[in-house]
């Protein structure tokens, strides 16, 4: 009767070592968005989960009472020294480091199926545990949900695409990635500079040499100057030109009715994107510290951020024209 009873002890032993480490595995946020996304297992777990010091103080008490009455009766099994080693080997192994490890690999499932007997044990320590586990939430108050910094929400991505069993290819890391940090980036490092820009003066005849040629530029928006191509005053919208019989029309005739938008070369990519939409707008002229113009910078610089890509359409002249003004540059430079 006493091995029966010893081994019954055990198991329970097991049961609540294997099913504290279990249930406290799980993180009562992350259970909440496994609720959210339909995950039955969650939902039978987050209400006992939820109440983290009844559950702990339950499961505890409950480990403490039976391996204290388990080492009495290997005590009346056996002697002195004999008793101490059996008692400790069977504890350690089969009631603490086997249940654990079998719990910590199925976490979710193993405590969805014993909920019931969760429930069970919190019924009968009750009188015990519940007093304890009140004084814990007035002294340490409820348990902090978890927040996961920009940077270590980077290096999951990076670890579930990395991860055979995971659904994260390599495209949606880069634009993951990509999105977590354009905020982090001034227009300064994706913007057009002036010196590759194509640009009109407000009355510059549109003649067929001239449609010609903004045909062959292949820019949809081009910036608009008056006297001196630091004075912009607006955008030309290439689509607007479709069509155009008269002659003598000026680059004037057909500039946008919209105030373009000016920004300083230190605005956060981000804040240009609220910009954007706000305006119905989708380029931005770019000053300096000096209130010199330095560039233009449109939604496509933004949507290539995010994207880790240069898009490239049909009337593309060229692929990256920042690296074309460093080329321009590198010349000039040389020619001197």
């Known amino acids: 009767m006493q091995y029966i009873i010893v081994t019954g002890l055990i198991i329970l032993s097991a049961c609540f070592s294997g099913l504290t480490l279990g249930f406290f595995s799980l993180n009562v946020t992350s259970l909440q968005r496994k609720i959210k996304l339909g995950d039955a297992r969650a939902a039978k777990v987050y209400p006992i989960r939820k109440r983290g010091n009844l559950l702990l103080c339950t499961l505890l008490v409950g480990n403490v009472a039976v391996n204290a009455t388990a080492a009495i009766f290997l005590g009346e099994i056996a002697s002195g020294l004999i008793a101490g080693i059996v008692s400790t080997i069977l504890i350690v192994i089969f009631g603490e480091i086997l249940p654990q490890a079998f719990f910590s690999r199925h976490a979710l499932t193993l405590g969805a199926k014993s909920v019931w007997l969760v429930k069970t044990f919190i019924f009968l ?30 290096e999951i991505i990076k670890h579930h695409e990395n991860n055979e069993g995971s659904d994260i290819d390599k495209d949606e890391e880069r634009i993951l990635l990509g999105a977590l940090s354009f905020s982090e980036v001034n227009v300064k490092k994706v913007m057009t500079p ?20 903004i ?100 009337g593309d002249v060229v692929e990256d024209m920042q690296h074309l003004a460093i080329e321009k540059s590198l010349k000039n430079l040389l020619d001197e």
């Open 194 to 213: 002036k010196p590759v820009l194509y640009t009109l003066e407000k009355s510059t005849l549109l003649t067929q040499e001239r449609l010609l040629e």
């Open 125 to 154: 320590m009750y009188p015990i545990a519940y007093p304890l586990s009140l004084a814990l939430d007035k002294l340490l108050g409820e348990e902090m949900q978890t927040i996961w910094s920009k940077k270590e929400i980077k």
């Open 215 to 314: 045909r062959d530029k292949g820019f949809t928006r081009i910036p608009i100057y008056k006297d001196t191509e630091d004075n912009l005053i607006g955008t030309l919208y290439s689509k607007d030109l479709i069509g155009i019989i008269d002659k003598n029309k000026t680059v004037e005739d057909f500039l946008s009715k919209k105030k373009p938008i000016t920004i300083k070369d230190t605005m956060l990519l981000d804040g240009l994107m609220n910009h954007f939409i706000t305006k119905k707008i989708h380029i931005a002229f770019v000053y300096d510290m000096y209130s010199t113009f330095i560039g233009i910078v449109t939604l496509e610089d933004i949507i290539e951020e995010i994207l880790k890509v240069e898009i490239v359409d049909e």
